[in-house]
């Protein structure tokens, strides 16, 4: 079956440390997404990557890095920069800019 | 600014009844709008697209609806079932193919 692939659902961390949360997709898409999901907003925007070796910022990319070295893998690194890291974290990929975006099932970070 | 509000903030019904969300966008210029159905713990699932000559469109038991002179959407869930329990958001694609998403409505479904 095709999907996306989020690992781990649940991760804990203490401050300081760096995360990196995986995402993998084998729906042949090229573009693929790092969204945060918080209680009561909307999903905020942390990276996205139309093609392999290229990406971009989203609107809240501070604190993060990713890396697209791979069409299938698209992880997510959250550093000790990240002021505010604890949150419900969700990779998409879509086939193109104007196609609907097929979500994981996220991965829950946790720092304390 | 684009934003997309979405009312109400949650919503409880009994299993059987019908139910109507409303989702209200500022985005321009308007390209398309979605609504999402998303289960506690799990990512999004579209349930459908709305372009702006779109005025209804129904997928099953879901019916949503468009007025791009007012800015509004709405979503009607006929003859709910339990698994329609569930968080809806609505998002708006704006241009550059930015998405503005609303903050959802929390569903819950009583039997």
């Known amino acids: 079956d095709g999907g996306i692939t989020q690992s781990p659902k649940y991760l804990f961390r203490k401050e300081g440390q760096n995360v990196t949360l995986s995402c993998e997709q084998n729906?042949?898409?090229?573009?693929m997404y790092w969204y945060r999901q918080d209680p009561g907003q909307g999903l905020r925007l942390i990276y996205y990557?139309?093609?392999?070796?290229?990406?971009q910022k989203g609107d809240i990319a501070e604190g993060y890095s990713v890396s697209r070295e791979k069409k299938e893998s698209f992880p997510l690194t959250v550093t000790s920069a990240q002021k505010n890291p604890t949150a419900f974290y969700l990779c998409?990929?879509?086939?193109?800019?104007?196609?609907?975006?097929?979500f994981g099932n996220g991965t829950r970070l946790t720092v304390t | 600014k684009n934003q997309v509000e979405q009312s109400p903030q949650s919503l409880i019904i009994l299993e059987g009844k019908n139910c109507t969300l409303q989702?209200?966008?500022?985005?321009?210029?308007?390209?398309?709008l979605r609504w999402y159905k998303q289960d506690t713990g799990r990512g999004p699932v579209s349930l459908t697209i709305?372009?702006?000559s779109e005025n209804t469109k129904s997928n099953g038991r879901y019916t949503a609806t468009l007025d791009a002179d007012t800015k509004q959407s709405s979503l009607h869930i006929t003859a709910s079932q339990l698994s329609d329990s569930a968080s809806y958001i609505c998002?708006?694609?704006?241009?550059?193919?930015?998405?503005?998403w609303g903050a959802g409505t929390k569903l819950i479904i009583k039997p």
């Open positions: 998409a990929s879509s086939l193109s800019e104007d196609s609907p975006l097929h």
């Open positions: 729906l042949n898409h090229d573009a």
């Open positions: 990557s139309q093609i392999v070796n290229d990406f």
């Open positions: 989702c209200n966008y500022t985005v321009s210029p308007f390209s398309n």
């Open positions: 709305m372009t702006f």
């Open positions: 998002v708006v694609r704006g241009s550059n193919y930015q998405l503005i």
